[in-house]
C-alpha cells in the first residue's frame, strides 16, 4: 500500500450562475478539469418560501456528451426531460443522467417545497464520457439514499453511489473505470480509503475540517490527489461530509461550450446545430396549480 500524494488543495470560489450563487471548486484559474471530472458545483441555500415552482432552479436547457450528475443533500429536486421521465430526488438520493447524442431536462425543486422554503444543498458534478460513447443514446436513473449501499465502522460512514469500493458495487452505471462515494466523519474519528493507483482522485468537504494525508483542509476545499498510490486517510477533526470522485482518466482531446462536451470543435459546431433544430428534444414543463399563493 502506499499513499496517494496530494497534487493541490483548491479553496472553491463563488460563482454566479443566472443569478444563482454557488461554490465552484473545479474549474478553477489554472485547473480546468481533472480528467475525467470537468465541473463541480456545490449549491447550499435557504429557499424563503412562497415562490412558483416556474421561478427556482434551472428550466428547459440541453446536454450532450457527458454526464451531469446530482448528489441531493438537503431538500429534494425534481427533474424532467425530453424522454419523458420525471422523478424527484430527496436527501440523500442521486440523479444521474447520461446526455449522449442530446437531451433537454429541467431541475427545480418540487412545488412543495418552493411553496414552503427550507434548505436545499446538492452537488452538481460533470463526468466525461469517452468518445465512444458520446453519441449513445441518453439515459436517466434517480436514486434514492435506499437504493444507496452503505459501509458503517465506528464514527464515520461511506455510501457506495458508482464502482467497486469494499467488495460493494455501486448502483450507478459508468461509461469508464471510476468510483463515486459519499460520506460522513465524526469528530475525533478516521478512515482508510483504498482507490485505484490507476485513477485521479478528487476528495470535496461539504463542510467541516480534517487532515488528508496529513495535510489540512477546511469546508469547501478540494483536495486534488495524484495516481502514485492508492490509499488516502482521513482524519476529521470536526464532524465532517464530504465526497470522493475517483476515476481513470480518458486521456482524449475535450472541447466544451455551455453545456456541451466533446472532442472537437467541428462536433460542438453539430451539437448547436442539432440543439437549436430539436433534435436534443423539446421540453415543455407543466406545473402545479399555484393560484392559492
Do not use: C
Not at 192 to 211: A, Q, R, S
Request: proline share 6%; hydrophobic share 35%.
Amino acid at each position: 500500500m502506499k499513499t496517494k500524494t496530494i497534487t493541490r488543495i483548491i479553496a472553491s470560489q463563488k460563482v454566479n450562475m443566472g443569478g444563482i450563487i454557488l461554490d465552484q471548486p473545479l474549474p478553477t484559474q489554472g485547473v480546468d478539469q481533472v480528467d475525467p471530472f470537468l465541473l463541480i458545483h456545490h449549491w447550499d441555500d435557504t429557499m424563503p418560501g412562497n415562490q412558483h415552482q416556474r421561478d427556482v432552479g434551472v428550466g428547459p436547457h440541453p446536454h450532450r456528451g457527458f454526464s451531469p450528475v446530482t448528489f441531493v443533500f438537503e431538500g429534494n429536486v425534481e427533474h424532467n426531460d425530453s424522454l419523458g421521465n420525471r422523478a424527484t430526488v430527496h436527501a440523500g438520493g442521486t440523479q444521474w443522467m447520461h446526455a449522449g447524442l442530446g437531451i433537454t431536462h429541467s431541475e427545480r425543486p418540487s412545488a412543495s417545497m418552493a411553496q414552503s422554503g427550507g434548505n436545499l444543498e446538492f452537488i452538481q458534478f460533470w463526468v466525461n464520457s469517452p468518445a465512444a460513447h458520446k453519441m449513445d443514446p441518453a439515459y436517466y436513473l434517480p436514486l434514492s439514499d435506499k437504493d444507496t449501499p452503505r459501509i458503517t465502522t465506528k464514527g464515520a460512514h461511506v455510501a457506495v453511489v458508482a464502482g467497486e469500493y469494499q467488495g460493494i458495487k455501486g448502483p450507478a452505471p459508468t461509461l469508464s473505470p471510476m468510483t463515486l462515494l459519499r460520506g460522513e466523519i465524526q469528530s475525533g474519528s478516521s478512515l482508510m480509503l483504498e482507490l485505484p493507483d490507476t485513477f485521479n482522485t478528487l476528495i470535496y468537504l461539504l463542510d467541516g475540517k480534517g487532515v488528508v494525508n496529513e495535510r489540512e483542509a477546511k469546508a469547501k476545499d478540494l483536495i486534488h490527489l495524484s495516481q502514485d498510490g492508492n490509499t488516502v486517510s482521513l482524519q476529521a477533526l470536526e464532524n465532517t461530509r464530504f465526497i470522493v470522485l475517483s476515476g481513470e482518466p480518458i486521456d482524449e482531446e475535450v472541447t466544451s461550450y455551455g453545456p456541451f462536451v466533446m472532442n472537437t470543435q467541428t462536433e460542438i459546431m453539430e451539437a448547436l446545430r442539432d440543439a437549436q433544430s430539436g433534435k436534443m428534444g423539446i421540453l415543455i414543463e407543466e406545473f402545479e396549480s399555484t393560484s392559492d399563493l
